[in-house]
């Protein structure tokens, strides 16, 4: 191991004082000093915290992935950074994705490492994660921290996607608050994240199918005693890597990220999975737009029969094959030669994949839906575009028209919604202004807008909604999000108004207002920008920089890369 050239030598390997004051306050953790004497050092970043739920037993996962770091010859050494909670910080994740990423892009480059275990679990933590260590570019492996166990609920399975129809149930009354209360510990009955084809799933996917994880990674529940085992065998796998110089850039290449999306389109990922890779393309330097998502999608079936857009839990896919097994469905498809963190090409990978349930686990020629993936629109509504998940959607309103019924924020929303003097019928559309990028500020996940007491009274369960917001992966519906550019900076989106008639044509990827262009001027020359009221601090920074969804809202400013070199000395 001596002939390694390894970067953390330039801390632990230096003689005099430095060396002395870079190996002294280790060793007052209880390290011997052969550990100083050029073994490769893992760091293990780590997103453990009790403010975010999904990923709170990964200080025991962390173990798992330190005996793999130590048998295999290398010396680990724990992290923390930013954790972002899904379900419990305001006023949205999203917010904070790109603070988070900063923090891990520094934490590693500023400290004495060779390679990086990212330890990612609930929604953004996985982004904000692979996005930090890309812009460093050491040889760097997830380790995801799988899914919940299906919620049991009253002789029934649930998941987070029945959150929403609880919540329409006790809207109308259907459900009682003592019934309600009941039903939380039913859903989230063991450690994990979200149980369904949610964010954190699609992430966990996504990251497996980019090829930065080693196979069957991401479905593995947490509560199963394989995930250690994945830790484990993890660990083992990043101190070869370090060997092999296999940089995050040697594997993310054009050709995973069209892999990639071409696996999220066969399994229903989440419409956050558009922001989250294009942020990560512009950040390792490969060239990503919003139209390659639909391309790519277009001839992609539906064959993983997990909720929202199917029936079934993240876990039954990993009982019935795991993502090897989706991917081996996807063979003529895929680039074959793509590298992974294995070693193995994806070819490799997939040779022996098996599907073990066909009912979790389709054929592309006998698929669960023929139109999956994502759709991308355009318009004079959204002329940089707008995204659809179609497998999410209701077939009927893939074609409609319909009366605009705006709200102008997202608290005249919350006001008016369930208003029974509000004018709307099931035909109409709501629009839902000012929950962009800048404009909420943070794109939170309201584009799913809970549909009016009345409508939900009469039985209604989906209309077209627009916005310039985010949909939670669990979420589902006829709903445009990421409308581009967003209201906020005088898109088309801030100049609808009650009654604009509306064109959804999911066919030909339109999205139209019909409103002339010359009324459209005379809209925009009375249109007052918002006050968005943030005169300092971090979120001050976050206006100022945050680029439009169809770009995946990182900053202006950390699109590409610093490398790894080494800062400069202080003492
Ligand atoms: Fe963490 Fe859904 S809330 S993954």
Known sequence: MAELNLRSQQWFGKTGKDGFIYRAWMKNQGFPHHEFTGKPVIGICNTWSEVTPCNAHFRELAESVKRGVWEAGGFPLEFPVMSLGETVIKPTAMLFRNLASMDVEES????????????????KTTPSLVMGAASVDLPTIVLSGGPMLAGQYRGRKI??????????????????????????????????????????????????????????????????????????????????????????????????????????????????????????????????????????????????????????FF???YYAGGLPAVMKELEKFLHLDALMASGLSMGQVIENAQCYDREIIATVDAPFKPNTGLVVLKGNLAENGA????????????????????????????????????????????????????????????????????????????????SDGRMSGTGFGTVVLHISPEAAIGGTLALVQNGDQITLDVANRSLHLHVSDEELAVRKQAWIPPNLGYDRGYVKLY????????????????KGKSGAAKLRESH
């Open 108 to 123: 590693i480059r500023g400290n004495p490492f060779d390679g990086i275990v990212l330890m990612c679990g609930c929604d």
């Open 387 to 466: 995204v659809l998940k179609p497998s999410a959607a209701s077939e009927h309103l893939m074609q409609h028209t319909g009366r605009a019924v705006v709200f102008e924020d997202i608290d005249d929303m919350k006001a008016r919604i369930d208003s029974p003097d509000l004018d709307v019928d099931e035909t109409c559309v709501l629009v839902l202004k000012y929950v962009g990028p800048r404009g909420y500020p943070g794109m939170p996940e309201t584009g799913n807008m809970i549909l009016p007491k009345k409508l939900l009274e009469k039985g209604i369960h989906d209309m077209v909604r627009i």
């Open 315 to 317: 876990e039954d896919l």
């Open 543 to 558: 206006i100022s920089h945050v680029e439009q969804a169809h770009e995946g809202a990182d900053f202006d400013f950390l």
């Open 159 to 312: 998941g987070t996607s029945d959150i929403w129809r609880f919540a329409e149930e006790f809207k109308t009354g259907a459900l009682s608050q003592e019934e309600f209360i009941f039903a939380e510990a039913c859903m989230a009955r063991s450690a994990g994240h979200c149980a369904v084809m949610g964010t954190a799933s699609t992430m966990a996917s996504m990251v497996e199918s980019l090829g930065i994880t080693l196979p069957n990674n991401a479905s593995i529940p947490a509560a199963d005693s394989r995930r250690k085992v994945m830790a484990h065998l993890t660990g083992n796998r990043i101190v070869e890597m370090v060997k092999e110089d296999l940089t995050m850039s040697k594997i993310l290449t054009r050709e995973a990220f069209e892999n990639c999306i071409m696996t999220n389109a066969a399994i229903g990922g989440s419409t956050n999975f558009v922001i989250h890779l294009l942020a990560i393309a512009g950040r390792i330097g490969v060239d990503l737009n919003l139209e390659d998502f639909d391309r790519l999608s277009a001839h992609i079936p539906f064959i993983a029969n997990v909720q929202p857009s199917g029936e079934h």
